[in-house]
């Protein structure tokens, strides 16, 4: 039978691996919504660099004097508007961050409060079913670690993106598609799977 300190532990755990959970799948979703946007801000960067290369007064566009004025407001007005929407899914990826960060926070206070009452087999001992506390405690950790970054890289880049530096806006896409990390993200999936009997164990008590 396990100690009441390890049973609060292991709950802590199971609550911020269920939430873990959750948020993966809110940090998927959000990151799918902002390719499209992104391929977008590139595109109309693209157009404001031609617009910039051809001389409409050289064109029979040239009846339209304040058109390229227009158009280029527009294109401006349109950045903007996508610009906003970008932000608007990093408050989601901020989101996730922040309530990763503070469960994981939150579980690491509660094991430091019950240091005491848990011995160095307490924290090593694991089950087939069961993770050590120390495991999961470092797999927190680790998913706290790589969401707090993701979201820093993510918003520098957006935060570099001006109206005014067409070549960094047109290249946007492939810079927020560089910035991914497959590999983190399958080891956050694979901890999910490991701690997944662990998960439902706890949750039918």
């Known amino acids: 039978m396990s100690s009441p300190a390890v049973s609060s532990v ?11 959970e959750n948020c993966q799948k809110v940090w998927k979703s959000a990151l799918t919504e902002c390719s499209p946007l992104l391929e977008s801000l590139g595109n109309l960067a693209e157009q404001s660099k031609a617009l910039s290369n051809v001389q409409l007064s050289d064109t029979p566009l040239r009846v339209f004097p304040d058109l390229e004025d227009r158009l280029r407001f527009k294109l401006l007005q349109a950045m903007d508007t996508v610009l906003g929407k970008l932000n608007d899914k990093l408050s989601s990826l901020q989101s996730v961050r922040d309530t990763i960060s503070s469960h994981a926070s939150g579980v690491l206070q509660l094991y430091e409060l019950h240091t005491d009452s848990l011995d160095l087999l307490a924290v090593t001992e694991r089950s087939a079913t069961t993770p050590s506390i120390a ?19 993510r918003k520098a880049l957006l935060q570099m993106l001006r109206a005014d530096n067409l070549s960094l806006v047109e290249s946007a896409p492939q810079r927020w598609e560089s910035l991914e990390s497959a590999s983190a993200e399958d080891c956050i999936t694979d901890i999910l799977c490991k701690v997944s009997f662990f998960m439902e164990s706890e949750l039918g008590k």
Do not use: P, T, V
């Open 10 to 20: 292991h709950q802590a755990l199971q609550k911020s691996f269920k939430n873990l």
């Open 135 to 153: 495991d999961m405690l470092g797999w927190l950790q680790d998913a706290e670690r790589h969401y707090r970054q993701q979201f820093l890289r």
